[in-house]
T-cell receptor
Framework: DAGVIQSPRHEVTEMGQEVTLRCKPI?????LFWYRQTMMRGLELLIY????????DSGMPEDRFSAKMPNASFSTLKIQPSEPRDSAVYFC???????????FGPGTRLTVL | KNEVEQSPQNLTAQEGEFITINCSYS?????LHWLQQHPGGGIVSLFM???GKKKHGRLIATINIQEKHSSLHITASHPRDSAVYIC???????????FGQGTRLTINP
């Protein structure tokens, strides 16, 4: 298996633009997690899905952030409009069942100018 | 104040040394994870445990539920072990993982 796939790996955009991050979990995994990592706050859970249904989105910082999982093999995290403070590395992870060992994608490094 | 405290924040050692990284948390948990983040940024799950001890190769993770404390040990450390090690806990009644700030380990040859 290719592991968790994220795209793009790097994204540079200007403040106010819409940003869409993509994630393909490991085939057969039924839980998917979106995390954000910054120097100041470390790793934080934004949202997680179980069987494509959002279970806990309390970590989503504000209404500018939204996440979807239309099917078992694809999820998106959208920021609209983006702000410089959104600059971070965004990780997607999946697991066979929650709770269980999580497999992380390589991350998307987002820079908002 | 982070609910999950790791120590030390930074650790430098010589190749071959025995390494211990500590993690303390504040209330009852259902599971504790140890993660490794390489200099390139990738994150790998090392262990998930809720009691006792687990071993994988040169890595050993222990947890003491009563003392709310876990340790990650590395035996015969090697420069390739250089990474940030992150502790994360899932509290009872919650589905979220709460992360420590990480311990940056550098092993010199």
């Amino acid at each position: 298996d290719a592991g968790v796939i994220q795209s793009p790996r790097h994204e540079v955009t200007e403040m106010g633009q819409e940003v869409t991050l993509r994630c393909k979990p490991i085939s057969g995994h039924n839980s998917l997690f979106w995390y954000r990592q910054t120097m100041m706050r470390g790793l934080e859970l934004l949202i997680y899905f179980n069987n494509n249904v959002p279970i806990d989105d309390s970590g989503m910082p504000e209404d500018r952030f939204s996440a979807k999982m239309p099917n078992a093999s694809f999820s998106t995290l959208k920021i609209q409009p983006s702000e410089p403070r959104d600059s971070a590395v965004y990780f997607c992870a999946s697991s066979f069942r929650h709770p269980d060992e999580q497999f992380f994608g390589p991350g998307t490094r987002l820079t908002v100018l | 104040k982070n609910e999950v405290e790791q120590s030390p924040q930074n650790l430098t050692a010589q190749e071959g040394e025995f390494i211990t990284i500590n993690c303390s948390y504040s209330v009852g948990i259902s599971a504790l994870h140890w993660l490794q983040q390489h200099p390139g940024g990738g994150i790998v799950s090392l262990f998930m445990l809720s009691s006792g001890k687990k071993k994988h190769g040169r890595l050993i993770a222990t947890i003491n539920i009563q003392e709310k404390h876990s340790s990650l040990h590395i035996t015969a450390s090697h420069p390739r072990d250089s990474a940030v090690y992150i502790c994360a806990v899932r509290y009872n009644g919650s589905q979220k993982l709460v992360f420590g700030q990480g311990t940056r380990l550098t092993i010199n040859p």
